[in-house]
Nanobody
Framework: QLQASGGGLAQTGGSLRLSCEVS????????TSWYRRAPGKQRELVAD???????NYADPVKGRFTISRDAAKNTIYLRMNSLKPEDTGLYYC????????????????????WGRGTQVTASS
């Protein structure tokens, strides 16, 4: 359903771009997001984008990460600049079905589809 790619090893201060190709049209999902789980920590929301293109970022990544979407390719992206060691973790692409009648809450149970993670390692 969701196929993430683009992870890897980068130096502190470097950049990576993650991609997530979804099954079907992006308009089938009211919200698509990136979560991450750092070693020894709980998963956390990194960024999300609505079907209308509105974006939201976690405070630790504001100004450094950019989420975007390409509807023609059914793909969302996460551009990560100025990487820090604390950005290291397994990054998941997740999506919320547009058919859900309830308001968006951005909690993990609000999502219907979770892709396999892609590992990002930022090392000094």
């Amino acid at each position: 359903q969701l196929q993430a790619s683009g992870g890897g090893l980068a130096q502190t201060g470097g950049s990576l771009r993650l991609s997530c190709e979804v099954s079907g049209s992006l308009y089938m999902y009211s919200l698509t997001s990136w979560y991450r789980r750092a070693p020894g920590k709980q998963r956390e929301l990194v960024a999300d984008i609505t079907s209308g293109g509105d974006t939201n970022y976690a405070d630790p990544v504001k100004g450094r990460f950019t989420i975007s979407r390409d509807a023609a390719k059914n793909t969302i992206y996460l551009r990560m600049n100025s990487l820090k060691p604390e950005d290291t973790g397994l990054y998941y692409c997740v999506a919320r079905a547009a058919s859900r009648p309830t308001p968006i809450t951005r909690i993990p149970s609000d999502y219907d589809y979770w892709g396999r993670g892609t590992q990002v390692t930022a090392s000094s």
